[in-house]
């Protein structure tokens, strides 16, 4: 049974991969092969964009360097625990299968990890901006990707100062991170509610106003430059003497010569079957999109305290956040969407909240914050791409080309030492 395929197969002068993945980091890594002089294939279960990317909060930020596990989280934890609503939460059910990695995740919740994820990070992202122009062609940047900065809110001086050491480690890192005061909030966005009196203003981040079609104009760009989309479940691999010679996909055996694993939350068996053992886990998040917001918000927000953002899209504002941990299958927990929906108001008092939207997804986390971008260490002709955890569309882009080079065998731009899929 042959798999149901969009656009043209053409034939790379350096060979063939096939990209586990159609999600931002999948579709980017098939485009910058194709710059690099492969012929590409991607498969997926979904037709491109339509999985975890789809209801990406939409921030594009360079700054977003953070670990999630952060130096005082460990104090925090158990009053998360015990609001199944609040910023934190585990079903219990799902309790003996995440406490391993949750021990492993707060052993990294250290000043001295947070400085070694946020620096590696920082390599990692702050090109994001012209990677993305690099693989818009056209107009298609300016019309999906803005660069008006990003506004971080507190109520109070204590929850700013509380933030002070975070902000200090991204500004030694090269982000610019401006402390502004409640006229200039107002100015920025008039429409947040007046408690908020302190800011932090990032100018040089920005949003997609639609990361679905983001991913989809990418994935569009390389179907018309000869690339190939086969729309499967990927469920084994087959393993020749080299390496994975051809995928067991839910439409039949699809031949491989290179492969790229990008399947996010997906990856962890695929990625023991080529030879790396690694503890993926997936943070389940929420957003909620008022399709008639009626109020002005012109540029990312994010409430600092309730670890939530909100964005102006195309398709209506809105706001995502918190993390769930309860394993890939069990069902939506939507309250926690309509907790969001009730910070959202919080944040913006006159919010049109009548048509209303709500979803779920996976983000693809590892304990340290740090994806994998690393050949396999078994394998020379398969690499590995997962776990960009909170900031896959910030992030995307600049794997995609790391990716190429590792395939090429040239010498990526930055460090991946740190990215590492021996590292655990």
Known sequence: ????????????????????????????????????????????????????????A??????????????????KVPGWLLDPLGPLTIRWSYLPWATPWLLRFLRHASRKEATRVA?????????????????????????????NGCLYIYENREELQAAKWSLDLRRELGAAMEEIGGSDIRQLEPALNRRFDLGIFAPEN?????????????????????????????????IGPDGPVALETSSGKLPVDRLVLAAGAWSSPLARKLGAKVPLETQRG?????????IDVRRTVMWNRRSVFVNPMDCGLRIAGTVELAGLKAAPNYARADKLAGIAVEMFPDLNTKEQSKWMGHRPCLP????????????ANTVFAFGHQHVGICSG?????????????????IDLTPFSATRF
Do not use: C
């Not at 053409?10 to 002089?37: D, P, Y």
């Open 397 to 413: 882009g600049p794997t995609g080309r790391h990716v190429a080079s590792l395939m090429a065998g040239s010498t990526p731009r």
């Open 119 to 147: 620096t590696a990070m920082r390599a990692l992202m702050e090109t994001v901006f012209d990677d993305y122009a690099e693989l818009l062609e056209g107009d298609t940047f300016a019309r999906l990707i803005r660069r």
């Open 286 to 294: 929420y957003h909620v999109t008022f399709a008639e917001p009626q």
């Open 58 to 75: 939409g921030s594009v930020s360079p700054s977003a360097i953070l670990p999630v596990a952060m130096p005082g989280v460990m104090k």
């Open 1 to 56: 049974m042959t798999p149901d395929r969009l656009g043209p197969e053409m034939s790379g002068t350096k060979g063939h991969v096939t990209v586990i993945g159609a999600g931002i980091v999948g579709v980017s890594s098939a485009a910058f092969l194709q710059r690099e002089g492969f012929a590409v294939t991607i498969v997926d279960r979904l037709e491109p964009g339509l999985g975890t990317s789809f209801g990406n």
């Open 368 to 379: 340290d914050s740090l994806p994998v971008i690393d050949r396999s260490p078994r394998f």
């Open 206 to 238: 920005g949003s997609t106003v639609d990361p679905h079609l983001l991913v989809r104009a990418i994935a569009d760009q390389v179907l018309r430059n000869g690339g190939t989309f086969v729309r499967a479940d990927v469920k084994d691999v087959e």
